[in-house]
């Protein structure tokens, strides 16, 4: 299965001139919160090292569809941020993987039911013991305060112990710890 995916994968990124991890790497900074679309949380989502993120994120720089910023409050943290050419690159991906959601339509609901419960259990599995990176947005997170804020930063986040905008809490966070049990 696995090979079956990185082949569709490899031939939908070269139609669109791009390797997978460049086109992960676009849509990790896109749907990531920006205060941790990090060269860092990037490996960890893609399961490399940091030089590989490294080497992959300054790919896409040299091409001005990434730019990377230091974090203010820690000067050893990289930022990614998508130029608008980068956003207009992302806008054109809305069709990639696309080839593996038509693979599933012969498949009856019922069976694909069973294999989503039976997915999400090896998933939750491989996170708990740390092979695996699941990004979520903030809803469903233990560290989520919904409404506790004022009309520009709504939520707050006990995590980063941050206040942060309705748009910014629908974005995927690295760091989000479920509340529910699968």
Same mark, same amino acid.
């Given at each position: 299965?696995?090979?079956?995916?990185?082949?569709?994968?490899?031939?939908?990124?070269?139609?669109?001139? !791009?390797?997978?991890?460049?086109?992960?790497?676009?849509?990790?900074?896109?749907?990531?919160?920006?205060?941790?679309?990090?060269?860092?949380?990037?490996?960890?989502?893609?399961?490399?090292?940091?030089?590989?993120?490294?080497?992959?994120?300054?790919?896409?720089?040299?091409?001005?569809?990434?730019?990377?910023?230091?974090?203010?409050?820690?000067?050893?943290?990289?930022?990614?941020?998508?130029?608008?050419?980068?956003?207009?690159?992302?806008?054109?991906?809305?069709?990639?993987?696309?080839?593996?959601?038509?693979?599933?339509?012969?498949?009856?609901?019922?069976?694909?039911?069973? !294999?989503?419960?039976?997915?999400?259990?090896?998933?939750?599995?491989?996170?708990?013991?740390?092979?695996?990176?699941?990004?979520?947005?903030?809803?469903?997170?233990?560290? !989520?305060?919904?409404?506790?804020?004022?009309?520009?930063?709504?939520?707050?986040?006990?995590?980063?112990?941050?206040?942060?905008?309705?748009?910014?809490?629908?974005?995927?966070?690295?760091?989000?710890?479920?509340? !529910?049990?699968?």
């Amino acid at each position: 299965m696995s090979q079956a995916i990185k082949k569709v994968t490899q031939a939908e990124s070269n139609a669109l001139g !791009f390797s997978p991890v460049q086109i992960q790497a676009l849509l990790f900074t896109y749907y990531t919160r920006s205060d941790v679309a990090t060269i860092g949380n990037f490996a960890n989502s893609i399961g490399t090292t940091h030089v590989t993120a490294v080497k992959i994120v300054n790919g896409l720089v040299r091409q001005g569809l990434i730019t990377k910023t230091q974090k203010p409050e820690d000067r050893r943290v990289t930022l990614l941020c998508l130029t608008e050419e980068g956003k207009e690159t992302v806008s054109k991906l809305k069709h990639w993987g696309h080839s593996l959601e038509e693979a599933l339509h012969p498949i009856s609901d019922e069976a694909l039911a069973n !294999f989503e419960l039976g997915l999400g259990a090896i998933i939750s599995a491989m996170e708990k013991r740390g092979h695996l990176v699941v990004s979520e947005p903030c809803l469903g997170c233990i560290h !989520f305060c919904p409404n506790t804020g004022d009309a520009d930063a709504p939520h707050y986040c006990k995590l980063i112990q941050k206040y942060l905008s309705h748009e910014s809490s629908l974005q995927a966070c690295p760091e989000h710890t479920s509340s !529910f049990e699968i």
